[in-house]
């Protein structure tokens, strides 16, 4: 499937620190909308938000792990939307121990036969007993 291709290019080019590569998988222009699961939060259009992107590769080191896993794709003509758990370990820059799992949801536009993501929702659960993002929480199955 196209777009479970799209998401594993998206992840080698993570790993691989590669900015454009990650920019493939988003439409280019101005229509671009992302709800980071980091502040500032909310990216409207491409160009700003490759400098989120920028700005990621700068501040963690490499080498670091990304999986996608429990993928579920639903498609509908021209649109589709997918949700996946995915886990980013690695380090940043001073050199800490970062280890994320995370929900992400994204919406794609079929166009010109090529499927882009146009919306994306990055988010970690809330623990409501501290209030806190929960880095570390697992699927309930």
Request: zero cysteines; glycine letters at 6%; a neutral charge.
């Amino acid at each position: 499937m196209k777009i479970r291709a799209l998401e594993n290019r998206y992840a080698a080019a993570l790993v691989a620190r590669d900015r454009d590569g990650i920019m493939r998988s988003y439409t280019p222009g101005a229509d671009l909308f992302v709800f980071e699961a980091v502040p500032p939060r909310q990216f409207v259009g491409a160009r700003v938000y490759r400098q989120h992107v920028q700005e990621f590769l700068v501040n963690f080191h490499a080498p670091f792990t990304y999986e996608v896993y429990e993928v579920v794709v639903t498609i509908a003509g021209d649109v589709a939307y997918e949700h996946s758990i995915q886990h980013l370990v690695g380090r940043d820059n001073p050199g800490n121990r970062i280890d994320m799992t995370f929900r992400v949801t994204d919406a794609y536009r079929k166009i010109k036969g090529e499927w882009f993501i146009v919306q994306e929702h990055a988010s970690f659960p809330v623990d409501p007993q501290t209030g806190k993002a929960d880095f570390s929480a697992a699927p309930s199955l």
